[in-house]
């Protein structure tokens, strides 16, 4: 317990899934956690039930300007950041965005995906370097395991996870350069069971379990992971136990990338993303 007690934790995308996990944990471990995202009542919600562990603010991480609100926001009222996890994403699924292969994705959502992934990250990471350097932090960047290989069945989500694990080796090497004491690391989760995997698991708003199967098959642990299994690892990146870590990568994908080279595939099956 109070592996990150009293320190200040911002974290985007945290009104569910993955977010609100590491939210969540941060907050029983003793930090306070500024709770951003664009799902006004979900991430109100999530920041209540902290108390005073917690309060929301709404932002939108495509747009520097909402950046700087909560920039001024932390600094006003905290005098520095301790902990940014860069957690909002979206994969690019569902009928709104279109086929998502190389050929026939369509300019418009390749921009759209690579502003929150990857514009979100980078803005994050300009602001959160500001509010630490005198006092030095931890920035976590939530990449993937398809910033890794590539997808083509979601070859925007992919890129933008792969810019992601970059930039994420930039600052680190940036911070240490500049003698900030800021460590930047990323964290590759890959078939984590959240909302983002509704548009391929769900038919009719209920979770399919024959497509549940289909995805599982091709995980070496037998089974999807949960948002805390990638919170816990935020936590490591996040507390003193890994002061001498930065500019690292860890995997949470139940095995995955570990077989994926030479795994057998005797039927096409849904790719762990």
Known sequence: MNRVKDKIVLVTGA????GEAIARLFAEEG?????TDVLDELGKKVAHSLKD???YLP???RYEKDWKQVYQFVKERFGHLDILVNNAGIMGLGDTFGPQDPEHASLESWRLIQAVNV???FLGCKYA???MKEKGGSIINISSRSGIVGVPSVAAYAASKAAI???TKSVALYCAEQGYNIRCNSLHPAAILTPIWDPILKENSHLSPERLKKIEEGIPLGKMGEPIDVAY???YFASHESKYITGAELIIDGGVLAGSASAPKAEKREEPL
């Open 15 to 18: 009104s569910q899934g993955i």
């Open 31 to 35: 930090a306070f956690v500024v709770v």
């Open 53 to 55: 562990k917690g309060c």
């Open 59 to 61: 932002l939108d991480v």
């Open 119 to 121: 514009e979100g990250m």
């Open 129 to 131: 370097i500001s509010l």
């Open 165 to 167: 694990r970059n930039h």
């Open 233 to 235: 690892a935020a936590l």
